[in-house]
């Protein structure tokens, strides 16, 4: 059992869509199944952008709903049991997060992080070097941090995010090489403190188009479709969905390249209609609507209805955990210790091999 580390930024209104299900989530809940896996919510990260007070707290609060109901609602029996293998956090709660940043600030040379996408994409647009904030700028240490605390063999992200692992990766040999340890802790020596991860990329992680068939998937753009939300507003995000422009009638040949509905039919049809690993139904929709022998608005109805059934257990999981919120403070509460656990044992050996214990020190 290998041990992955990934995280979820607060960003937008905290709120999950089917396109972050599966361009993360899904990826999360098939690691989990074999794998020791640490998730937080990164909602330091979160500081970077967000400066509202209420606007970060119902941020946090809906996207921890958001993601406890998409992992319980295909992991967990019920919720009682938990989440197996996965360690479920807050970054804020584990103080030795921003701990290892202070002191990654003294090897990480201003030049890797003036390279980082995030920074220069920023600096690109209509700001100046002087309306960045430092966290902006610091967001790779800070990142490099949430990674190198907790020792993973591998790190799940989007190839967007690769630059971020590459960095950590520089960050953490520096370190090695700075402090070469002659750590004693239990009977160990001459080892480095920081395992340096590797990037997992896997090839089938979909990134899927919007609803307009236009632009990828986000809430900005209004070209979503929900996962939690009330069923007439999942009702009308489908039925806006991008199909075949050049079809004017039902009875018209249509496309299933670039239609929208087929492209997320393909992941969510009926499974209880799937023959092997292809979906029985959505082929012989396909095949009606290249004849001109089925509409849209059967074949969107289709879509929806699969939507529901595909999401039905972690909607009713959503459900209880509203009327249950002690249920996500125990998952938090439970999380946050082994998550403690973890950072605290690699922080006595951060202290150790820069020289922050001494014959002095109170631990």
Same mark, same amino acid.
């Given at each position: ?24 989530? *899904? ?59 996965? %360690? ?26 003036? *390279? ?124 806006? %969905? ?34 092997? /690993? *292809? ?56 999380? /946050? ?8 044992? /690699? ?11 001494? *014959?002095?020190?109170?631990?």
């Amino acid at each position: 059992m290998k041990r992955l580390l990934s995280g979820i930024t607060p960003s937008g209104d905290g709120s999950l869509h089917i396109g972050n299900y599966l361009g993360a989530v *899904r990826q999360f809940i098939e690691l989990a199944k074999t794998n020791e896996t640490f998730l937080m919510v990164a909602d330091l990260h979160a500081l970077t952008t967000i400066q509202d007070k209420a606007m970060l707290q119902k941020n946090t609060e809906t996207l921890i709903l958001n993601e406890l109901a998409l992992l319980m609602g295909e992991l967990s029996p019920s919720t009682s049991s938990g989440l197996p293998n996965i %360690t479920f956090f807050r970054q804020s709660d584990v103080a030795e997060h921003t701990e290892l940043q202070s002191i990654l600030n003294n090897v990480t040379p201003l030049g890797l992080l003036k *390279r980082a996408h995030a920074y220069k994409d920023k600096l690109a647009g209509d700001v100046t070097e002087e309306d960045i904030n430092v966290g902006l700028f610091s967001y790779p240490m800070l990142m490099a941090a949430d990674i190198l605390l907790y020792k993973p063999d591998l790190v799940p992200v989007g190839k967007d995010q690769k630059q971020h692992i590459e960095i950590t990766r520089d960050i953490a040999g520096r370190f090695n090489k700075i402090y070469p340890t002659s750590l004693k802790l239990r009977g160990a020596s001459k080892k480095n403190v920081f395992k340096l991860p590797e990037p997992y990329i896997p090839e089938e992680v979909a990134v899927v188009l919007g609803t307009d068939g236009k632009r990828k998937m986000s809430k900005s753009l209004g070209n979503i479709i929900s996962i939690f939300e009330d069923e007439e507003i999942i009702r009308k995000q489908v039925m806006s %969905t991008y199909t075949d422009p050049t079809r004017i009638h039902a009875s018209d040949p249509g496309h299933i390249e670039g239609n929208m509905v087929f492209t997320y039919l393909d992941f969510f049809g009926d499974p209880s209609t799937s023959l092997g /690993t *292809r979906n029985a139904k959505v082929d012989e929709l396909k095949e009606a609507y290249r004849k001109g022998k089925v509409g849209d608005i059967e074949v969107k109805n289709y879509l929806y209805e699969s939507l529901l059934k595909y999401f039905d257990n972690a909607r009713q999981t959503y459900r209880e955990l509203v009327s249950k919120p002690e249920i996500i403070k125990k998952i938090l509460r439970d999380g /946050t210790e082994k998550a403690r656990a973890v950072a605290g044992q /690699t922080m006595t050996e951060v202290r150790e091999a820069v020289g922050l214990v001494n *014959r002095y020190s109170l631990g």
